[in-house]
């Protein structure tokens, strides 16, 4: 059975920091790897997708690496603002599967 | 151009009774995909719906079930309501045939079973 892990479960930060949110997960046979953000009680916001080929993505202020060959994935955020505030979830999307997601890091940036 | 919308965003419901969510993806995406996330957890696959057919089932009973309609959009039916069914339901679009495409979500419907 796949399993997500997310590290940390919750971060509190102070308002400028350079962040790392971590994501591993078992077995390396994915097709891709994407990051979301969740606000309280709202959907899913997508923020990356890596592909299996690919080893890292970026949008802003965000950058994502993705390692299959050690099942992990980095969330890497710039300079913290207290509208980066929400819960980070990654989702891999394993060979004749569907996203499987993990728990989340809840980030809390304060001004 | 209008994102993946999910009616009711809010309701209540009582144990045994049933339930039917829906869903419309962005334009020109095929592919529905449902979640369940309880709070405090990560979503949980539902099913996929790609061309009206299914093309992927998560570990769900039975009471789940769902439907997609020509023009894309789909319906969640739960029946048999139990207090362990509350929960944000959530709905997914992507642009290609199997799911390996971006995900892109709702809102989500937000469902209470008293």
């Known amino acids: 059975k796949q399993e997500v892990t997310q590290i940390p479960a919750a971060l509190s930060v102070p308002e400028g920091e350079n962040l790392v949110l971590n994501c591993s997960f078992t077995?390396?046979?994915?097709?891709?790897l994407q990051w979301f953000r969740q606000d309280p009680g709202k959907g899913l916001t997508s923020l990356l997708l890596i592909q299996s080929s690919q080893r890292e993505q970026t949008s802003g202020r965000l950058n994502a690496s993705l390692d299959k060959s050690s099942g992990r994935s980095t969330l890497y955020i710039a300079a913290s603002q207290p509208g980066d505030s929400a819960t980070y979830l990654c989702?891999?999307?394993?060979?004749?599967?569907?996203?499987?997601f993990g728990p989340g890091t809840r980030l809390s940036v304060l001004p | 151009d209008a994102g993946v919308t999910q009616s009711p965003t809010h309701l209540i419901k009582t144990r045994g009774q049933h339930v039917t969510l829906r869903c419309s993806p962005i334009?020109?995406?095929?592919?529905v995909s449902w979640y369940q996330q309880v709070l405090g957890q990560g979503p949980q696959f539902i099913f996929q719906y790609y061309e009206k057919e299914e093309r992927g089932r998560g570990n769900f009973p039975d009471r789940f079930s769902a439907r997609q309609f020509p023009n894309y959009s789909s319906e969640l039916n739960v029946n048999a309501l139990l207090l362990g069914d509350s929960a944000l339901y959530l709905c997914?679009?992507?642009?290609?045939?199997?799911?390996?495409?971006?995900?892109?979500f709702g809102e989500g419907s937000r469902l209470t079973v008293l």
């Open positions: 997914a679009s992507s642009l290609v045939r199997t799911n390996t495409g971006e995900l892109f």
């Open positions: 334009s020109g995406h095929k592919s």
């Open positions: 989702a891999p999307l394993y060979y004749g599967q569907n996203f499987v």
């Open positions: 077995d390396s046979a994915i097709y891709n």
